[in-house]
């Protein structure tokens, strides 16, 4: 038994001293932990100004990218209103990332430039900071501190002005020239007077490496490329349907067929469609709306009309559906054969539908088999007959054009595959409706009378 105890005992010592040696060390680690941390000073225009701790191997842009997102999170969590935060998200675009002073204790100064260091890498642009090094961010609007460059290069941009930044710097915060373009040989500097009412346009060669000045616009010279990734997205019955590339304003309709095959022998020609509709109106400043406030500004119609335009019109916008007798493609001559296709058109060869839809006010409204020697009468019937809360009224709605026929007793229509025939429903009426109905006529009818009386007495 007290060997047991003394087993136990002497367990229990050894833990309580694993304790006592783990808290000792991380005691130990939080003093030199402590000892080792550095103090950095920001001063100028920055989101935050002070001193904060930095640690050993801590480079600028690290050391200003974890203050500016802390410093960006606490200021918006505190913003209550939309314009508070949207003043915040401009002063931030306001931070300078380049000609930054960095001081050291010693006296020495070296030139920090952030956004040469993220394109290049090059990390003398961002050295590391020592204990009591004090960063000093220059005063930047990006309205008038800038420089924008743009044409044949990778990207179009804008970027804080240093002094003595040069045509070469600007190239390099645009990529580099785009290789798309092909003899980019020049660029061109416009420069605007101080009061910017005069603009002066220098001329360089590509070779050349100008200094800039503040508010330059560089423009690299080219032709605007036409090599580009047009194509046309064409659906249903042909051999090979897909997005088939296409050439620019050259490709016809006849050629697109071709490069994928031909049709099907299942093709519908007489309903395919080419929709070239929405992706014509791809300008930012160009929309539905804007485009129905212009068409109706000067429109002389009557209300009723007014909502028939804005249904029209909507379907213009959306579908812009050309009209194009697929049937005749077999002819080269023909003009649908000639139709230049556009980047962006959607085609759609549909299968042939051996069918006529029946719907509305019969028993069994479904598709029904077509049959080309029998008329509106004949569907009805397979579609069980007209049911008892029927109109008098018979529509025809042609499957291609879905354009509306009423139908006329003693009048023969010719039924195609893919049409549709609709049976209106009679809404039922109670007593009530009708009594109002009269009520309301008999109001017009004696309001009438009184003033037809009226003015025969006064003629009198």
Known sequence: MLRKLFVLLFLSAVGLFAQ??????????????????????IGGTFIVTGTFPSVPGERVDQFVSRLLNEAKAEKLAMAKEPEEKLQLMND???????????KRKNGSEINIDLEKF???????????????????FPDYDPKIGFVTIGGAVNKQTIFQYVTGDKFSDALMFAHGINPAYENVNEFKIVRLSYDGSKEEVQNYKITENPELKIGDRIVVVAEETGRKDYKVSIKGEVNMPGEIPI?????????????????TSNADLNRAELIRGANVFKSPVFSEEFERLMMQRMA????????SFLTDNKLRFARGNAVLDFTKLNDPNSEVSNFIVKDGDYIFIPEKVELVYVFGQVQFPGYINYSADNGVDYYINLAGGIGKTAKEEIYLVKGKSRGWKLIEEDTKYTIEPGDFIWIPKEI????????????????????????ALLIVQLGK
């Open 20 to 41: 006592t040696e783990s808290s000792f060390k991380s005691s130990s680690n939080s003093l030199n932990s402590l000892s080792s941390a550095m103090s950095v000073t």
């Open 92 to 102: 931030f675009e306001k931070i300078a990332n380049r000609n930054i002073k960095l």
């Open 118 to 136: 993220r394109l290049t890498g090059d990390f003398a642009f961002n050295p590391y900071l020592m204990h009591e090094d004090v960063l000093i």
């Open 247 to 263: 050439s620019k304003s050259t490709t016809t309709l006849r050629e697109l067929i071709e490069k994928v095959g031909g049709f």
């Open 300 to 307: 002389d119609i009557s209300e009723e009309d007014s909502i």
């Open 428 to 451: 039922p009426r109670t007593f009530d409706y009708y009594l109002n109905r009269i009520t309301a006529v008999s109001a017009v009818i004696g309001a009438v009378a009184t003033i």
